[in-house]
């Protein structure tokens, strides 16, 4: 129903700043919950940020919060995931992710999102 792409990835040094973005097509995005998820080599798809369909909830993983900021530009239809202070143990593929159109607090899982992009890799020299 959606299809995402997702940019900004790249080499960075820890400290250092990166800003992914995801943009849709096929439909907007604006009814709907938008993610941004995060798996390095041997583990789980894990949550890492959410926004609700308006903007005005977000929601962060206890790893990344203070760090990392999730909005969004439903004129765009486009995501963003603005990364600071980047650590190695932040080294993954991330992937957007594009949900319900029912927003909710708490971790979020893979499963409750439908569309997916193709990842960008995010890695964080020490």
């Known amino acids: 129903q959606v299809q995402l792409v997702e940019s900004g990835g790249g080499l960075v040094q820890a400290g250092g700043s990166l800003r992914l973005s ?3 097509s096929g439909r907007t ?9 995060r798996q390095a080599p041997g583990k789980e798809r ?3 940020a959410a926004i609700s369909w308006s903007g ?3 929601n962060y993983a206890d790893s990344v919060k203070g760090r990392f900021t999730i909005s969004r530009d439903n004129a765009k239809n486009t995501v963003y995931l603005q990364m600071d202070s980047l650590k190695p143990e932040d080294t993954a593929v991330y992937y957007c992710a594009a949900g319900g159109t029912t927003y909710y607090s708490g971790r979020h899982y893979p499963t409750d999102y439908g569309s997916w992009g193709q990842g960008t890799q ?4 020490s």
Do not use: E, I, K
């Not at 995005?29 to 998820?37: A, Q």
């Open 29 to 37: 995005v604006s009814s709907y919950t938008m993610g941004w998820f």
């Open 46 to 48: 894990d949550f890492v």
């Open 22 to 24: 995801c943009a849709a």
């Open 56 to 58: 005005r909830s977000t």
């Open 122 to 125: 995010v890695t964080v020299s």
